[in-house]
């Protein structure tokens, strides 16, 4: 025998499947957020880093995942745009120019394997 779903039906399967949808949704679907950093955020140092390194909780995507460093005035200090160590598919990493007291802002840009973008910025300070 034949059931056509009439709209009323249609209307309660939606009603039901949304809430399910939306509470899966932050576990099935993660984005990838920074787990940890080195230098750590608001890091105060006496030795000027070579390297900036951030360990995500996910997968990114290595085109479209950046890390620059600048000073306090804009100027870029990190070399390229960053770029995930072979082998890795969750560090973010990017070299440095020889850099003197000062503040300096990390932005991090990534898409997750599930396609999703995240960013941020963070600062550490040179003493
Ligand atoms: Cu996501």
């Known amino acids: 025998m034949n059931h056509p779903m009439t ?15 939306f509470f899966m949704g932050p576990a ?12 750590h955020v608001g890091a105060r140092l006496k030795v ?8 995500f909780d996910a997968g990114i995507e290595p085109v479209f995942s950046h890390l620059i460093v600048k000073s ?8 390229g745009n960053g770029f995930i160590p072979k082998g890795s598919h969750t ?19 990534v898409i997750a394997f599930d396609g999703h973008h ?10």
């Open 48 to 55: 000027p880093p070579r390297l900036v390194t951030i360990w």
């Open 72 to 79: 306090r005035r804009g100027q870029k200090v990190s070399i």
């Open 118 to 127: 995240t960013e941020g910025r963070w600062y550490f300070r040179v003493r």
């Open 28 to 39: 099935a679907f993660a984005h990838a957020f920074p787990e940890r950093s080195d230098p």
């Open 91 to 109: 560090i973010l990493e990017t070299r440095l120019r020889p850099i003197g007291p000062g503040v300096y802002f990390v932005y991090w840009s």
């Open 7 to 21: 709209p009323r039906t249609v209307r309660r399967i939606a009603g039901l499947l949304l809430p399910i949808l």
